[in-house]
């Protein structure tokens, strides 16, 4: 497609459930990140995949969060017992290629609401 | 990377032009600055990034001084849908593709 697509666009959960959000970046991106944005808060990095190397993963918050991406496709960012502090815009970003100062094109988020 | 100080608010006249600073006095020669903008309840969005000369494309402009220790964005005609909140992020062009950090920016309102 055009742009990144996040899906769903929002997600009401029940507190100890577990997650999946989805992320399709632009064909050709090798690179890709998963930030999360809390209610009036500013971007936390969570963790970055570029091509087959392995993910950096030093953004994840605790091992309830994990996140798995096939070849230069599809990521999906899984929360685990989600928690009420788990609420929060989940924002998927891909860009070009690691030698070029390359702009990011984000998604425009999941937001998930823990009840 | 080196950091960056951003003024945490603007207003800016509809019509008129916007003229965001930021420092970063502590760049690298190997540094790029980028700006982003994020409006309300969407990702943020890439605008420009320039390494020393100065840079123009359909959204914006970007002048960065002579030292390299500021630069500033300019939207030469902003609108209310320019209302947002706008970041400077400095990386190294060796940064490969370690992640953009995000700090608090620039909200700018456009008022009518």
């Known amino acids: 497609g055009a742009g990144v697509s996040q899906s769903p666009s929002n997600k009401v959960t029940e507190k100890g459930k577990d997650v999946e959000l989805r992320c399709d970046p632009i064909?050709?991106?090798?690179?890709l990140y998963w930030y999360r944005q809390r209610l009036g808060q500013g971007l936390e990095f969570l963790i970055y995949?570029?091509?087959?190397?392995?993910?950096?993963k030093s953004g994840l918050p605790s091992d309830r969060f994990s996140a798995e991406r096939t070849g230069e496709s599809v990521s999906t960012l899984t929360i685990q017992r989600t928690q009420q502090e788990d609420s929060a815009v989940y924002l998927c970003?891909?860009?070009?290629?690691?030698?070029?100062?390359?702009?990011?094109?984000f998604g425009s988020g999941t937001r998930l609401t823990v009840v | 990377d080196a950091k960056t100080t951003q003024p945490p608010s603007m207003d800016c006249a509809e019509g008129r032009a916007a003229n965001l600073p930021c420092n970063h006095s502590?760049?690298?020669?190997?540094?790029?600055v980028y700006w982003y903008r994020q409006i309300h309840s969407q990702g943020p969005q890439y605008i420009i990034h320039g390494l020393k000369n100065n840079e123009t494309n359909e959204m914006a402009s970007l002048i960065i001084t002579e030292d390299r220790k500021s630069s500033t964005l300019i939207l030469p005609h902003a609108t209310l849908r320019d209302t947002a909140v706008y970041y400077c992020?400095?990386?190294?062009?060796?940064?490969?593709?370690?992640?953009?950090?995000f700090g608090k920016g620039t909200r700018l309102s456009v008022i009518a």
């Open positions: 064909s050709g991106h090798t690179a």
């Open positions: 995949f570029q091509g087959n190397s392995a993910p950096d």
């Open positions: 970003a891909s860009s070009l290629g690691a030698t070029i100062p390359a702009g990011y094109t």
């Open positions: 992020i400095v990386r190294a062009s060796n940064s490969g593709n370690t992640p953009l950090v």
């Open positions: 502590t760049i690298s020669g190997n540094e790029y």
